[in-house]
């Protein structure tokens, strides 16, 4: 069931406010625990040559774990290794005729990049990636590698409707007769606060008072849930649809949301509190993998590590100052998408001064 409040649109004033007030990331020194974490990560995930093995989808690379790589590498202060996942994603799965990247790489065929379709997601990591390399190591390159590919990623992906800009979850393949499909988990708050500091003069305010408004509407089912996809019809007051291509689940997209809202302090927000709400049922003894937002029916197994360690960050968050997020180790997940989640709690907890107890 959707929701049958109606927000408003973002105005102007509010659109000029939207400036998240989100840590840069990297701005905290990860603490001695978090470094042991990154080594296990990089030593279980990353290639000699700097490709990020997703594990748990036949060992393929993506943008979004090239981004993730960068990401931890920059945060935790391995420059080495930050090289080495730079120059395998520029050398790979980086786009001719603009500074975007193929958004998947399939190791072992005649042609491992077999859709040139970006995705945003994982553009976004890679500026966040640059920028934080940036602040740590001060390279000018770095800051205009990221400012490059933000640049390409507004003008490919940037669209402007009714109820304010989004970007597309990639430059092909999301514009439909009936309205923009949209994929909640790619409105990165805490990155669109990066570039409001580096791009003062860019959109990233009214992208992030957007997807504000955007996420309080789309929430489903009996928890008020978001969607791991989303379309945003072409009339503003229009209800959300979710698209028959995929799947109506809150499920491995969607978990995202709430650590972005938590990262960006949002602790507040409906869809963070729904999420919580939805983890914390007490008709279950775990967190299900993944619930159904039109049945209600949940998966029959339980959430990943990294999904509940999101769950743990939201609640503390909540609760507010002084709470306490007990966390596992990543060799504690079985594969990389859980292990990726697992770490990137670990430097949200560390941005956000959020007190970590090893678990």
């Keep these: 069931m ?129 920028l934080a390399a940036h602040r740590r190591w001060g390279d000018a390159r770095h800051r205009e590698g990221a400012l490059a590919i933000a640049r390409d990623l507004l003008r490919l992906t940037l669209r402007e409707t009714a109820r304010g800009p989004f970007l597309l979850p990639g430059a092909a393949g999301f514009e439909t007769p009936e309205g923009l499909v949209l994929n909640p988990s790619y409105i990165l708050l805490p990155v669109f606060a990066e570039l409001s500091r580096a791009m003062p003069n860019g959109p990233w305010q ?66 963070l509190l729904g999420a919580v709400a939805f983890w914390t049922d007490q008709r279950w003894p775990q967190p299900p993998a993944w619930v159904d937002l039109i049945s209600g029916v949940p998966a029959e197994y339980g959430a990943s590590v990294g999904a509940r360690a999101i769950a743990a960050f939201a609640s503390a968050r909540i609760a507010g100052r002084g709470a306490t997020v007990s966390l596992p180790s990543v060799n504690d997940s079985r594969d990389y998408y859980s292990a990726s989640l697992l770490l990137l709690v670990r430097a949200a907890c560390a941005d956000s001064g959020t007190p970590v107890a090893d678990g």
């Design 2 to 130: 959707l929701f049958s409040h109606r927000d408003h649109p973002p105005g102007r004033s509010l659109r000029r406010r939207a400036l998240l007030l989100a840590p840069a990331l990297g701005a905290a020194a990860p603490a001695r625990s978090d470094m042991a974490e990154w080594r296990a990560w990089h030593d279980r995930f990353v290639t000699p040559d700097g490709r990020v093995r997703d594990t748990g989808n036949n060992g393929i690379a993506h943008s979004e774990g090239q981004g993730w790589g960068l990401i931890f590498s920059a945060f935790f202060g391995d420059r080495p290794a930050f090289e080495r996942i730079l120059a395998w994603t520029s050398r790979r799965l980086r786009r001719p005729g603009d500074r975007l990247h193929a958004w998947r790489y399939r190791p072992g065929l005649a042609q491992p990049v077999d859709d040139p379709n970006n995705a945003t997601d994982g553009d976004l990591y890679i500026v966040w990636g640059l």
């Design 206 to 271: 009214a992208l992030s008072a957007a997807g504000l408004d955007l996420l309080r509407r789309a929430r489903f089912g009996a928890w008020g849930l978001s969607p791991d996809w989303v379309l945003q019809p072409h009339a503003p007051d229009a209800p959300l649809v979710l698209p028959a291509r995929w799947p109506p689940r809150f499920s491995y997209d969607a978990v995202r949301v709430p650590l972005m809202l938590a990262w960006a302090g949002q602790a507040t927000h409906p869809a």
